[in-house]
């Protein structure tokens, strides 16, 4: 059998912690910026549909 040697990580230090937590922050910021913008062009296709559909069946309507 072979001998491995065990090497634990050493504990990061705290401005790599906070570092770690500002990026993380950071790519959360993005994530949610860019879910907002298409929620946004979500509902403002949805709209737009939905003022044709109701066109077309008040033309039908009065057809």
């Known amino acids: 059998m072979e001998n ?3 090497r634990e990580k050493p504990p990061i ?3 790599e912690r906070e ?3 500002e990026r ?3 790519e959360a910021e993005i ?4 879910r907002k913008k298409q929620d946004e ?3 403002a296709n949805f709209q ?3 003022a044709e559909r109701q066109a077309r ?3 039908e309507a009065k057809s």
Request: no cysteine.
């Open 19 to 21: 570092a770690k937590k």
């Open 24 to 26: 993380a922050r950071q």
């Open 31 to 34: 994530a949610i910026a860019a």
């Open 48 to 50: 737009r549909l939905k």
């Open 4 to 6: 491995f040697e065990h």
């Open 13 to 15: 230090t705290k401005e």
């Open 57 to 59: 069946e008040a033309a």
């Open 41 to 43: 062009a979500f509902r």
